[in-house]
């Protein structure tokens, strides 16, 4: 069979095939081409014959074909070419088209030559575009991975959820997205979710998380569904960040504990309505009644004991509801963090609790501290005059001079404040209750409500701070941390002395 006979049997088969065709020799001119594939490439019947294939490859690699169609008349199989990448032809007016392209190898007699199937995938692509743009409207993150766990699509979302830029998810495992102390344990779940492949939600109780490029791990919700493709079972997953559904949650919850603890103190509030407040009234009541009695019998000098009696208690019980409502609107305060110099705090609340008590004691400083400190000026000044108070309250009669120590320092970024007296002291069993509402302890006919240390408790809550208590009949000594969120200075700041006589 002679080669003009050979042409023609093929050009019979390829103008009979729907499928655009076209023969290639070695050395890479067009022998034969079917119309249906001289019309996809905007040539006339006949009008690619004897030229060079090249005139059909993109110019940008234009010039390493020669050496792949080379490569491939070496080793003739038959194959796709174009698997994992995208593929181009070019027109004759120069529009380049994607396509699959499909080479079979055909050796008649000692002519080596191979048949070309080009397959128009434009169509395709265009649903492609349309199904990215949907992918890429969703509002959920949607990550596409094939059977082995291989990342093959993104979606835009994910992408700026993660912190990657287009494309650069493609090809990378799914643990690119998973915190590493997860890896061996998600590979696990990746291989017995292929073995079921059921829609469903990932996590269900426990918490998953993502991971984002600059290794920020980050909660989220993940649904899983199940896909066929050309080229094996794929999983699309769907990533939801709940960053902000666990920060209220947490909100909540700490709301709810606020709550819980409020209806405590509210619980206890009226016990002591019902019972601390009851006491002062009925004999404030009882006080007025002799005083009509007295008033009938002209006993004026009783009656103005009496009212003078019942004065003090009334003005006992306001100082009691006082104390009360300060202690409710200490959670209501707005904590407005200014400088604040401890000297002059400690001088204005040692003078506001002058007169509180019948002993006498003497306050002496020692300033250690890097001042000013920033903190709340309406908490600080209730934490120092409280326990001032105190300290000069539960002074000890029989001892031959009463003595108040303040004592401040820095530890790394925190500021201690102690506040040591020599009075009477706290009973140890006692110590675990002081801070309670409404408790008093100390053995003392001093006036109080019962309601000082519970204060500086909760005001230091709110600041960030902590209390601490040690006491003994020796006395007593009350330190407060305070965070400053500073370094400690690299020396010890100059002791500054103050000494107040009460």
């Known amino acids: 069979m002679g080669a003009v006979e050979i042409r023609e049997e093929y050009r019979i088969a390829l103008e009979v095939c729907p499928t655009p065709l076209m023969l290639v020799s070695r050395d890479g001119n067009i022998v034969l081409c079917n119309e249906r594939f001289a019309v996809l490439f905007g040539y006339l019947p006949g009008e690619l014959h004897g030229q060079s294939v090249d005139v059909l490859v993109p110019e940008e690699i234009r010039e390493f074909h020669p050496e792949l169609r080379q490569a491939f008349f070496e080793v003739p199989t038959s194959r796709n070419m174009g698997t994992g990448r995208d593929l181009y032809g070019m027109k004759k007016d120069g529009e380049l088209i994607p396509v699959e392209i499909g080479l079979d190898p055909v050796t008649p007699d000692e002519n080596a030559l191979v048949m070309v199937s080009v397959l128009d995938i434009r169509e395709r692509k265009m649903s492609e575009a349309k199904i990215r743009r949907a992918i890429d409207a969703a509002s959920s993150a949607m990550v596409m991975i094939d059977e082995h766990g291989k990342i093959e699509l993104v979606n835009e979302q994910a992408n700026r959820m993660f912190g990657y830029a287009d494309q650069e998810l493609i090809d990378h495992k799914i643990e690119t997205l998973v915190p590493h102390r997860y890896h061996r344990k998600h590979s696990v779940y990746r291989t017995s979710y292929q073995n079921t492949r059921n829609q469903r939600y990932m996590g269900v109780g426990r918490d998953l998380f993502g991971l984002k490029k600059d290794g920020t791990e980050f909660p989220v919700e993940i649904g899983l569904t199940p896909l066929d493709g050309a080229d094996g079972r794929l999983i699309m997953a769907t990533v939801i960040d709940i960053t902000e559904r666990k920060l209220n949650e947490k909100n909540i919850r700490e709301k709810n504990q606020e709550l819980e603890r409020l209806n405590h103190e509210l619980t206890e509030f ?161 110590l675990d209750k002081i801070f309670k509402l409404f408790k008093r302890v100390a053995n003392s006919n001093e006036p109080g409500s019962g309601l000082g240390l519970a204060l500086v408790e909760k005001n230091l809550a709110h600041l960030g701070g902590s209390i601490e208590v040690v006491s003994s009949h020796e006395g007593s000594c009350f330190t407060v941390s305070l965070p400053q969120n500073r370094k400690a200075p690299a020396t010890d700041a100059p002791a500054q002395n103050l000494e107040v006589a009460k």
């Open 270 to 430: 009226a016990y002591s309505a019902s019972h601390d407040l009851k006491a002062p009234l009925s004999s404030i009541y009882g006080i007025l009644e002799l005083s009509e009695t007295d008033l009938e019998n002209g006993d004026i000098d009783e009656v103005r004991t009496n009212l003078s009696r019942a004065r003090m208690l009334a003005q006992r019980l306001s100082g009691r509801i006082e104390d009360m409502l300060t202690l409710a609107r200490a959670d209501h305060l707005d904590d407005v963090l200014e400088e604040i110099s401890i000297p002059d705090m400690v001088r204005e609340a040692s003078q506001a609790v002058q007169g509180q008590s019948s002993q006498t004691s003497q306050l002496t400083t020692e300033f250690a501290h890097s001042d000013p400190i920033h903190s709340s000026p309406t908490r600080l000044s209730a934490i120092l005059e409280n326990l001032l108070a105190n300290a000069f309250k539960y002074s000890d009669p029989e001892k031959q001079q009463n003595k108040i120590h303040i004592k401040t320092w820095d530890e790394g970024e925190v500021m201690k404040l102690a506040i040591q007296d020599n009075g009477i002291g706290i009973p140890e069993d006692h």
